[in-house]
Structure formats: C-alpha cells, structure tokens
C-alpha cells in the first residue's frame, strides 16, 4: 500500500464530532484500507469529542489521518497544551471513559506538543491476514 496523509480543518464544535467521524470513514474507503474503520470512529469520535468537551471554543480543531505500509495514524490537533488523562473508572462519573477505550483499542497512542499545543493520536494495524 502506497502512503497517503490528509488534513481537515474544523471548527471545536459538537457538529464536528460526526462530521470527523464520517470524514475519516469516507477517506480510509477511498483508500481501500484494510484496517477496522468502525474501531477508528469510534476512537475519533473520542478524541474530537474530548477537544469540544476540554477545549471548547479556545483553539482550532484538525483530524490528520495518515497510512503507510500497515499502520494508520489518525492524530487530532488542537491549542491546548493540557494533556489527556486517562481517568480511574468511576461509578460517579457517568464520563471520562474515553480514553480508556482508546488505550484498550488502538495499538499505541499518545499525545505529542505542538506549535503549542498537542496532537494526540493513535495508530492502528491492519486485521491479522
């Protein structure tokens, strides 16, 4: 499989929550890549979702998604230097589960700096052959 990236600029708003989640699906169709596009939006939905909870209206929202050999990296970007937090599980908090399913998904994932503020991705490997 030949490497293709691509980058979506969106506003941190709730709309772009399933507007990202559809975005990535019809790319990784487009790209006929093997790998399980239901676990990916579900883990984009996550991580979009948690810009728009933590982050709000105080910085810009981008979905990159990139695949070369058999990874997929899909990374979302936004202003906020404060890092993600994989949260205790709780029965008082009906949220904060999130990234738990990220960590438990994908994987690998992390979260990087940039131009001040971070990228938190995750990768994917293709289903065993």
Same mark, same amino acid.
């Given at each position: ?9 969106l ?16 790319? &990784?169709?487009v /790209? ?10 579900? &883990? ?39 890092r ?24 690998? /994932? ?10 938190? /991705? ?8």
């Amino acid at each position: 499989m030949s490497s293709r990236s691509a980058s979506i600029d969106l506003p941190p708003t709730a709309g772009s929550v399933p507007a990202a989640r559809h975005l990535m699906q019809e790319l &990784l169709r487009v /790209w006929e890549v093997p790998h399980d596009r239901e676990d990916a939006a579900l &883990l984009v939905t996550e991580l979009v979702a948690n810009v728009v909870d933590h982050v709000g209206g105080e910085a810009d929202l981008t979905l990159e998604l990139s695949v070369s050999a058999d990874w997929l990296r899909i990374a979302v970007v936004d202003g906020s230097s404060i890092r993600p937090v994989v949260q205790e599980l709780s029965h008082d908090r009906p949220r904060g589960r999130g990234l738990r399913m990220v960590e438990t998904i994908a994987h690998r /994932w992390g979260a990087d700096d940039h131009k001040g503020g971070k990228r938190v /991705w995750f990768d994917l490997r293709p289903p065993a052959v």
